[in-house]
């Protein structure tokens, strides 16, 4: 089981950036596949990013193109969220996640390919 621990989220105006973190802990040998998900007040959680491990590309939702990057630490046990040019709409709670198996590019949106999930960090982008 890996254990997931979010970090960095805040309060921020409108256009500014934001660094999210993500330490992984337990069996960190384990995952191939780690994602950023958010939920919004009153919404379902949407797929934000998602970053392999041992390499295979990044992905994005389409809303963060442009603005937003993933990246990882292996030796750190780490992945990064970082967020520019943010918006009010960006403001939720940010999830990481982890998953054992390396997923296919169509189905790295899918919620249920992630089997560890951490406890959140909220944004807030507000003037």
């Known amino acids: 089981q890996v254990q997931l621990v979010e970090s960095g989220g805040g309060l921020v105006q409108p256009g500014g950036s934001l660094r999210l973190s993500c330490q992984a802990s337990g069996s960190t040998f384990r995952y191939n596949t780690m994602a950023w998900f958010r939920q919004g007040p009153g919404e379902e959680r949407q797929f934000v990013a998602t970053w392999r491990r041992n390499g295979g590309g990044t992905y994005y939702a389409d809303s963060v193109k442009g603005r937003f990057a993933i990246s990882g630490d292996n030796a750190k046990n780490t992945v990064y969220l970082q967020m520019n040019n943010l918006k009010p709409e960006d403001s939720a709670v940010y999830y990481c996640?982890?998953?054992?198996?390396?997923?296919?590019?169509?189905?790295?949106?899918?919620?249920?390919?992630?089997?560890?999930w951490g406890q959140g960090t909220q944004v807030t982008v507000s003037s």
């Open positions: 996640a982890a998953a054992v198996n390396r997923i296919i590019s169509s189905a790295v949106g899918n919620q249920r390919m992630y089997t560890s």
